[in-house]
């Protein structure tokens, strides 16, 4: 069975600061997405990782993956408050299901 | 873009009565799936479909049924509501090998009294 762990459950951070998020996973992936989500609402795509070293970046948020160590992490550069926010990694598995972490919430104080 | 849409996004229903969520998309995706959000517990899979008619079981299927009889529609079905079902339901699809990521509904909130 699948299990996807994040780390942490929760951050608050400094406006300035930067920070990485860390997605664990049990089992064999070559498939890991990460997703935002704001309170009351839907889940919004951020990056989609297809590969072994894959490395993706937008404005200050940056997601990597290591399939051999099973780990992705999400680093962000000098947080801002619009940052703040639920984060979710989520693996792909057999029958093309997604197996979600439990989630990051991000608190970024000014 | 509405690709996806759920209905109802706010319902309030009694104990012991029957509640049919609907997803609806207009991507042509094979895949569909039903998540339930739960504090503490992230986002759980129910059931999901990979095809006109062809269903199979999430982590926390008992007292969910679906039906999918054209590719736009996914339904979800509490067949006899209970506290414990009271959750945000999210309706996803992806396209084979999901290459684009899953796309997400907006969600329907759903309370059991």
């Known amino acids: 069975e699948l299990k996807v762990e994040q780390n942490p459950l929760f951050l608050s951070m400094q406006e300035g600061k930067n920070y990485t998020i860390y997605c664990n996973y049990s089992t064999t992936s070559d498939r890991l997405y990460w997703y935002r989500q704001d309170p009351g609402k839907s889940l919004e795509s951020l990056f989609v990782?297809?590969?072994?070293?894959a490395v993706k970046q937008e404005g200050r948020l940056m997601a990597s993956l290591d399939t051999k160590a099973r780990l992705s992490t999400l680093h962000i550069t000098a947080a801002v408050h619009d940052l703040s926010a639920t984060y979710f990694c989520?693996?792909?598995?057999?029958?093309?299901?997604?197996?979600f972490g439990g989630g990051t919430r991000l608190m970024v104080k000014p | 873009d509405a690709g996806i849409t759920q209905s109802p996004r706010h319902k309030v229903t009694e104990t012991g009565t029957p509640v049919t969520l609907r997803c609806h998309q207009t991507?042509?995706?094979?895949?569909m799936y039903w998540y339930r959000q739960d504090p503490g517990h992230g986002l759980r899979l129910i059931h999901y479909s990979y095809g006109v008619k062809d269903t199979d079981k999430g982590e926390v299927s008992d007292g969910y049924s679906v039906s999918r009889s054209k590719t736009e529609d996914f339904l979800l079905t509490l067949e006899s509501a209970t506290s414990s079902q009271t959750s945000v339901y999210f309706c996803?699809?992806?396209?084979?090998?999901?290459?684009?990521?899953?796309?997400f509904g907006s969600g329907t909130r759903l309370t059991v009294v």
């Open positions: 989520a693996v792909n598995n057999a029958g093309n299901m997604l197996t």
């Open positions: 996803a699809i992806s396209a084979i090998r999901a290459d684009y990521g899953y796309t």
């Open positions: 991507e042509n995706h094979r895949y």
């Open positions: 990782l297809l590969s072994n070293g």
